[in-house]
């Protein structure tokens, strides 16, 4: 029996999957959590063998629940659910420590079958994702500007983009103003962006946030 845990923010979602997994015999939901910090407590709880994880929280974004999670339960498989398609984060979440990485539109028993794979230790990669990652290898020209950050600089990214200030942000994340400033420009720099707006529709055109 692999024991699940199911992170995402909307209840309704969360009812929607843990029916559709109990359909499998060999899964069982032993948990739930709305945001990061829930996920943490279902992680230090030791009652689930894989975190099935939303990318978009209101409070903390998954990718900064992915870092906080690896960072305490390294051997924790967590796999990704995501309403954004397979280009935009899969590649960088799996360097990250993601196990794998589904879109929410995929089909529900590609979901059964991704959390069979990472419970026995092994990365899911659906086929467009194991196409992104063989483009990067071949050191394809097609590489967004955005996959050069850093992880840090893409948390940072997404929050401005989002219209969050600078003083939240690094109350939220734990940094001095002047870091995530510095982190700002570094992004600013590396999309060859010049204002919070150009970022706000840098992320919308590509699809980054909704």
Partial sequence: MIRIGIVDDHAIVRTGLRQLLSENVDLRVTGEAANGRE???LARGGDID??????????????????AIKARFPDLPVLILSGFPE???ATTLLRQGASGYLNKECDPQEIAHAIRTVARGR???????????ADNAAGGNEKPLHDALSERELQVFLRLAKGETIGNMAEAMFLSVKTVSTYRSRVLEKLKLASNSDLTYYALKNGLIQ
């Fill in 39 to 41: 996920a943490l407590e």
């Fill in 87 to 89: 280009a935009h984060y």
């Fill in 50 to 67: 894989v975190l099935l994880l939303d990318i978009s929280m209101p409070d903390q974004s998954g990718v900064d629940a992915l870092a």
């Fill in 123 to 133: 990365k899911f990669i659906s086929p467009a994702v194991a196409e992104l990652l």
